[in-house]
């Protein structure tokens, strides 16, 4: 018999052991990092309330309790009786049976008042049907992507328990080092932004942590190849954690399943569903370049198969000597900065993700209190000596300024943004300012994925900020709602009929100008002086967006390409007014990333500066050593730090 068979053996002797006489065990799995009771008593488990918490507490497991198939009410039945114990208020627009776990997908307007009160209306669903009840939003602005990702989760499920059951023993593995060490290889964005990847080793466990791409530097991807990294194949890694779903920490996350990978991908929900939208556009843009796509969409299905998510704050067994907590990075949706708790106590890491510690009109800032960390790896975008952000309210009246000079020439403001996170804060600012008064009420026009991320967003308001949680919840205070938001879904025509009329604002995807359809509004409004071109986010070193905004307004037609009507034989005019208006950055400033560490308690033992050019990644990591006297590092990639 395996150790994990007897493992649970034992499990299943101790939690019989555990339960009152009339409640009986029929079976007890691991699905990844949970263990799974099936019982032929569910309604019983769920009248006693607390059982399966004081199970959980004195087994040090997350515990899910299903029923046997055996016990199943049909479900034409229970679909009645579940609607009796629902509060109609909830909005319930689906119920999905599966017989072969006992489980019920609820979706609702507002799956608060399905889950109730600590968990009172799913209990008694539990009591009254015997199903275990699972709640869904319905998204309130319709999404593709959220519905593309449920069903076919949905269609995958024998296959995705397969996976989970394979996940789960190899979590509870035996442990079979008696070495203690840790190391942490850098694989990417070291000295540079871009192409985010790590490997973080125990005796037990290798886990890659991000696989990203470079910003405007097609073809560097991160030292996959390397002897110490994937040098012998994917198949030597236990788990990917993705930290959010930007481009540059989850674009290569697919190719690994082209090679091989067949594991766990640990992510929150968000971060999924984003990760879907972002590298199958990503892939979409690559066959409109005339590039060859590194992978298939297949495989990005692949990943989202592998994807286990987890919520802020939950602890999480990911290997035999590895638990897992994301918390909330204020950076973008589903962003985390990830805590790694190796060994029994041996030791703490973290790697911050992409963090911004302040709070914004979309998240509440970063989370940086942890029970203990002993090494930090901490992005550094903005680390610079002299990178010290707007303050937001300025930033915010300056933006305001420019949007009504433009408006006044009867020009347009063209704003670059990520689809994710800078757009939809932009969108809040403008909501207000014409709700308010503080500019003329205009079309925004949002163009690429803006709109689909943006009903992404409202799908989990959970992962918001609390004020903008409420008012999501409430469809007539709901701001992405407004009705100045115009999603453009007719391509080049309507682009053209918006360049030629009244004035507007334009938001539009890529942000740093390295394709997509801003590439299209630079052909058609490029040449008006009356216009202008507003840049709110980061430009990294070696993009269009970096070029333009350091005076370039000569643009060879061949870096616009095809869709903003180049050629590759002439020059683009850029006779439209460049702004750059600071202090919406998705990413915490100088000030903000010294504050992360140092409201950090206990501070960690050694800090490693990477996600910045070699300028911002010294200035930190110097700061840091002289201000808090902790050791710091600016690595290079393919460096190997070993703790112990």
């Known amino acids: 018999m395996s150790t994990v068979e007897q493992q649970l053996d034992d499990l299943e002797a101790q939690i019989t052991s555990e339960l009152p006489s009339d409640i009986s065990v029929s079976s007890v799995k691991y699905e990844g990092p949970e263990l799974v009771v099936y019982t032929r008593d569910p309604k019983k488990f769920a009248q006693q309330g607390d059982l399966i918490r004081q199970l959980a507490s004195k087994l040090r497991k997350r515990i899910t309790v299903r029923p046997d198939p055996s016990v199943l009410s049909r479900p034409e039945q229970a679909r009645e009786?579940?609607?009796?114990?629902?509060?109609?208020?909830?909005?319930?627009?689906?119920?999905?049976?599966?017989?072969?776990?006992?489980?019920?997908?609820?979706?609702?307007?507002?799956?608060?008042?399905?889950?109730?009160?600590?968990?009172?209306t799913l209990r008694e669903i539990t009591k009254t049907v015997g199903w275990t009840p699972e709640v869904v939003r319905t998204p309130p602005i319709e999404s593709s992507t959220v519905s593309n990702v449920r069903s076919f989760l949905k269609q995958e499920r024998d296959d995705r328990r397969d996976i989970l059951e394979k996940v789960?023993?190899?979590?509870?593995?035996?442990?079979?080092?008696?070495?203690?060490?840790?190391?942490i290889t850098t694989l990417g964005c070291c000295r540079e932004v871009g192409r985010a990847s790590f490997i973080l080793s125990t005796p037990e466990t290798r886990i890659l942590v991000d696989c990203g791409d470079k910003p405007g530097a097609e073809g560097e991807v991160p030292y996959l190849h390397a002897p110490e990294a994937l040098g012998a194949g994917p198949q030597t890694i236990d788990a990917v954690v993705l930290t959010h779903a930007h481009l540059d920490h989850s674009a290569l996350i697919p190719l690994l399943f082209k090679y091989g990978y067949d594991g766990p991908i640990y992510c929150t929900e968000p971060t999924r569903d984003l990760m879907g939208l972002l590298t199958l556009d990503y892939l979409d843009v690559a066959a409109k370049e005339g590039r060859s796509p590194p992978y298939e969409s297949e495989q990005v299905r692949e990943a989202i198969k592998h994807c286990i998510p987890l919520e802020y704050g939950d602890v999480t067994d990911i290997a035999p000597d590895v638990k897992l907590t994301f918390h909330n990075a204020g950076h973008i949706l589903g962003s985390a900065v990830s805590h790694f708790h190796i060994g029994d106590g041996l030791y703490n890491v973290a790697f911050s993700g992409d963090i911004h510690y302040d709070d914004t009109r979309l998240f509440n800032g970063a989370v940086n209190d942890f029970p203990r960390v002993e090494t930090l790896v901490l992005e550094s975008t903005y680390g610079g000596r002299n990178d010290y952000q707007t303050d937001q309210a300025d930033s915010e009246r300056t933006l305001k300024e420019v949007i009504k000079e433009t408006y006044e020439k009867d020009g347009k403001v063209v704003i670059p943004a990520f689809a994710v996170g800078r757009s939809q804060e932009i969108m809040l600012v403008l909501e207000e300012a014409m709700r308010s008064g503080d500019i003329p009420e205009m079309p925004v026009h949002l163009d690429g994925m803006i709109w689909e991320a943006t009903a992404i967003h409202t799908t989990y308001p959970e992962y918001l900020r609390d004020d903008l949680r409420d008012r999501i919840f409430h469809e007539d205070e709901n701001p992405f709602l407004a009705e100045q938001f115009n999603h453009i879904d007719a391509g080049e025509e309507e682009r053209q009929e918006v360049a030629d009329g009244e004035p507007c604002i334009i938001l539009s995807t890529s942000g740093m100008v390295t394709g997509g359809p801003i590439m299209s509004w630079l052909g058609h409004l490029g040449p008006d002086p009356d216009s202008t071109l507003v840049f709110v986010g980061y430009q990294a070193q070696g993009t269009l967006g970096r070029r333009i905004q350091n005076g370039w307004d000569e643009i060879p037609t061949s870096e616009v390409g095809a869709m903003g009507g180049g050629d590759g034989r002439g020059t683009l005019s850029l006779n439209m007014g460049v702004e750059t208006v600071d202090g919406f950055s998705g990413h915490a400033d100088r000030a903000g990333l010294e504050n992360f560490v140092k409201t950090m308690n206990p501070r960690p033992e050694k800090v490693l500066c990477v996600h910045g050019d070699e300028r911002s990644t010294q200035d930190l990591s110097s700061a840091l050593y002289h201000d808090y006297d902790m050791r710091t590092f600016a690595p290079k990639n393919l460096e190997t730090f070993r703790f112990l």
């Open 168 to 183: 789960g023993r190899q979590i509870h593995r035996e442990e079979m080092s008696d070495d203690e060490y840790v190391r």
């Open 81 to 120: 009786e579940i609607m009796n114990v629902v509060p109609e208020d909830a909005g319930v627009t689906d119920l999905d049976f599966h017989a072969d776990t006992g489980e019920v997908v609820i979706e609702a307007e507002k799956p608060g008042m399905v889950i109730g009160r600590h968990g009172s």
